[in-house]
T-cell receptor, first 115, second 114 residues
Framework: AQSVTQLGSHVSVSEGALVLLRCNYS??????LFWYVQYPNQGLQLLLK??????LVKGINGFEAEFKKSETSFHLTKPSAHMSDAAEYFC?????????????FGGGTRVLVKP | ETGVTQTPRHLVMGMTNKKSLKCEQH?????MYWYKQSAKKPLELMFV???????ENNSVPSRFSPECPNSSHLFLHLHTLQPEDSALYLC?????????????FGDGTRLSIL
């Protein structure tokens, strides 16, 4: 079975600083990879996805992520944090070998942005 | 109205009540999902429907009963729930039931069991 590990359940960054959220997966075959964001009292919103092609993926709100097969990672970054980036972020994978569309989620990383 | 809409947003019920959660998607998608989000636990997939047929039941207790009358609507019928069932229930949809398709989520129903 696949698993997803997000290092750090809480991250605190200063406004204007780099945001780096880590995601590692365990799978012998690289899965499809997704990052979602959840603002308070809302559902999950897709930030970006990697399915094939260029390994550096750009998403909404200035976020990007890089798929590194050798490191089984898909870390999310944003060069300069805004107060509006305070939310919980989830990395998710789906097995490209399997029939269907079942996402396995990491435990989430809650981001706090300090003024 | 666009996206995935869930009603009600909040629900408080006793253990002996019967209630239903509703999800409606306006995206023209063919697959719909129910997830449970509890504090300190990863999101758990509960049920999946593809083209109105249930294709996944992830060992969910029978006190949860899904229904998908058409490709735009999904219900979760609840009866005789337990306190540990208190959680945020999220509905999602995707274009097809294929692993490279992103899922689009509603804002959830916050369920509290007294």
């Amino acid at each position: 079975a696949q698993s997803v590990t997000q290092l750090g359940s809480h991250v605190s960054v200063s406004e204007g600083a780099l945001v780096l959220l880590r995601c590692n997966y365990s799978s012998s075959v690289p899965p499809y990879l997704f990052w979602y964001v959840q603002y308070p009292n809302q559902g999950l919103q897709l930030l970006l996805k990697y399915t094939t092609g260029a390994t550096l993926v750009k998403g909404i709100n200035g976020f990007e992520a890089e798929f590194k097969k050798s490191e089984t990672s898909f870390h999310l970054t944003k060069p300069s944090a805004h107060m509006s980036d305070a939310a919980e972020y989830f990395c998710a994978v789906s097995d490209q070998r399997a029939a269907g569309n079942k996402l396995t989620f990491g435990g989430g990383t809650r981001v706090l942005v300090k003024p | 109205e666009t996206g995935v809409t869930q009603t009600p947003r909040h629900l408080v019920m006793g253990m002996t009540n019967k209630k239903s959660l509703k999800c409606e998607q306006h995206l023209g998608h063919n697959a719909m999902y129910w997830y449970k989000q509890s504090a300190k636990k990863p999101l758990e997939l509960m049920f999946v429907y593809s083209l109105e047929e249930r294709v996944e039941n992830n060992s969910v207790p029978s006190r949860f009963s899904p229904e998908c009358p058409n490709s735009s609507h999904l219900f979760l019928h609840l009866h005789t729930l337990q306190p540990e069932d208190s959680a945020l229930y999220l509905c999602a949809s995707s274009q097809e039931f294929i692993s490279n398709q992103p899922q689009h989520f509603g804002d959830g129903t916050r369920l509290s069991i007294l």
